[in-house]
């Protein structure tokens, strides 16, 4: 009889142990569908793009000479153009490292923005001190005053980087920026990354961290849009 029951036992420990991993499957997926429900509604190709003053532009890596940016910045900082060449936004913000491992990304930033890409300089804005997205949002609204903005980073990202940013204060809509160059292998461990990096995202709302640049209130945006 016990040769029987040993099968039965054993599919009974499969099970458990199937309900076990899908339960927990779910708790570390919470963080990733909280990011991906709240955006939905709030992002939208560049040419459907609602209007707002300013353009967030996230930053990433730049290239090994610390000048040019790579090609996922590059992406991001030609949609954030074509956004104010369309008349969709006027005030261009770059976020991201100013002592990055890979170089100064605002300075790269800005530079490609006010010269290849024809953007007024006067339009266009740095904040060296965006370390990540949470940093990059909460800057914007706290140090630069920013209510709305069109949100402009890869499409892996984009959720994460809308929710984060409403759900700091900021009125803030997604829009995907193009990756020519981009391959589908770096898409997916980008979107992986990306996965995991909402359990941060939800981390940083539940315990309200502050900014790890503790700066005063910069009129930068408040000055380019009175230009």
């Keep these: 009889m016990s040769r029987w029951r040993r099968p039965g036992r054993a599919k009974r420990w499969l099970a458990r142990l199937a309900v076990l991993g899908l339960a927990v499957l779910l708790l570390v997926s919470l963080p990733w569908l909280w990011t991906t429900i709240a955006a939905r509604g709030h992002l939208h190709p560049v040419d459907q793009a609602p209007t707002a003053d300013v353009v967030l532009v996230l930053g990433t890596a730049v290239t090994e000479n610390g000048q040019q940016p790579g090609i996922r910045l590059a992406g991001r900082l030609e949609t954030a153009a074509e956004l104010v060449h369309r008349q969709r936004a006027r005030v261009i913000l770059v976020s991201g490292d100013g002592g990055g491992a890979s170089g100064d990304e605002t300075a790269a930033m800005t530079a490609h923005l006010t010269g290849p890409l024809g953007v007024d300089p006067r339009h266009v804005v740095a904040d060296p001190h965006g370390l990540d997205t949470y940093d990059?949002?909460?800057?914007?609204?706290?140090?630069?005053?920013?209510?709305?903005?069109?949100?402009?980073?890869?499409?892996?990202?984009?959720?994460?980087?809308?929710?984060?940013?409403?759900?700091?204060?900021?009125?803030?809509?997604?829009?995907?920026?193009?990756?020519?160059?981009?391959?589908?292998?770096?898409?997916?461990?980008?979107?992986?990354?990306?996965?995991?990096a909402s359990g941060k995202a939800a981390w940083d709302m539940i315990s309200r961290r502050p900014s790890v640049v503790d700066s005063p209130r910069h009129s930068g945006v408040t000055d380019a849009l009175s230009d």
């Excluded at 909460?138 to 903005?149: C, H, P, Q, S």
């Design 136 to 196: 990059s949002c909460l800057r914007a609204r706290e140090v630069y005053g920013v209510e709305r903005a069109l949100i402009v980073t890869q499409s892996y990202h984009l959720s994460r980087a809308v929710t984060l940013c409403r759900a700091l204060g900021i009125d803030a809509d997604g829009v995907p920026a193009r990756c020519s160059g981009c391959g589908s292998a770096l898409l997916r461990e980008k979107a992986i990354r990306d996965y995991f």
